[in-house]
Structures are given as structure tokens and as C-alpha cells.
């Protein structure tokens, strides 16, 4: 698994398990990513004690969405030392997905995030943590050849 950024020295890190999915719009080259109307990312969260990769990422799609995955493939597991400024330093392993929508099922429960269909070039800079930009430039160099 790759790190994208450095650990640094002197810096205790809380591990932080997250199951992510890169949504694929049928029949499109957009991609849905989530906005809370400053920041952009990808659906999906941290993996709670006793969730398996997948529950994690269904309940989360759940929460930010309202909607259920079809179609769920592995793509790519990636690391990134982050600091937050409300909750301190975090050693992300992100487990990152192909999927698409399934079935829209409830509102969502999170009100302050919007999935947005966008062109993964021109998003690519703009994702919210390195690790999600290096996730984005990867899919690129997979899937739009």
C-alpha cells in the first residue's frame, strides 16, 4: 500500500480505517463525489469496530446519500498521515471502490452533504485530502485512457 504524504516525526497517529467508493454515472464519464458546499470527497467514511470494509461503505452511502451501491469493485487501498483541526492527527488507510447507484431508499441523513456528478480531470486537484487526489489521478490513468 502507498502513502501519499510523510509521517512526521514526534506525531502520534490515531489509525483510521475508511471504505470510500468512486461513483460511476452509467453511461456518462461523470463521477459522483460529495460536497458539504466548500470542501470535495468521496462517499464513503471510516469503518466502525466490528464492520467489515463493505458494511462500513454500505452504511455510509446510506448516511450521505440515501442510496445502495450495485456493481461494488476493489480499486485501490492507499495511505496519508492527515491532520484535522477538530479532531488531531489520523493515519488514513483508505479502501477505495468502483460502483454505481443502486436503488435510492431514504433521504439522506447527513443534510449538509450533496452528491454532485462531475469530470474526474477537472476534479481531480480539487479533492479535499492528497490521498483523494491521488486516488482520482490513478482512476484517470485506469479508466480514461
Known amino acids: 500500500m502507498k502513502y501519499v504524504t ?3 516525526e514526534g506525531i502520534i497517529y490515531t489509525k483510521r ?5 468512486i461513483v460511476v454515472e452509467k453511461n456518462s464519464d461523470k463521477v459522483g463525489i460529495v460536497t458539504n458546499g466548500k470542501d470535495y470527497f468521496y462517499l464513503g467514511g471510516g469503518i466502525e469496530e466490528g ?3 463493505l ?6 452511502l446510506i448516511e450521505e446519500a440515501g442510496s445502495t451501491l450495485k456493481n461494488i469493485k476493489e480499486f485501490e487501498s492507499v495511505g496519508d498521515y492527515i491532520y484535522d483541526e477538530e479532531k ?4 488514513v488507510v483508505a ?4 460502483a454505481e447507484f443502486d436503488q435510492k431508499i431514504t433521504e439522506p441523513i447527513e443534510k449538509d452533504h450533496f452528491v454532485i456528478w462531475v ?16 486516488i ?10
Open 6 to 8: 510523510n509521517k512526521e
Open 17 to 21: 480505517p475508511g471504505a470510500y467508493a
Open 51 to 53: 464492520e467489515t470494509n
Open 55 to 60: 458494511q462500513a461503505l454500505a452504511r455510509e
Open 88 to 91: 488531531g492527527y489520523f493515519d
Open 95 to 98: 479502501n477505495v471502490y468502483i
Open 119 to 134: 469530470n474526474p480531470e477537472e476534479y481531480a486537484d480539487r479533492m479535499c485530502r492528497p490521498w483523494q487526489k491521488y
Open 136 to 145: 482520482m489521478q490513478e482512476y484517470i490513468k485506469e479508466y480514461r485512457k
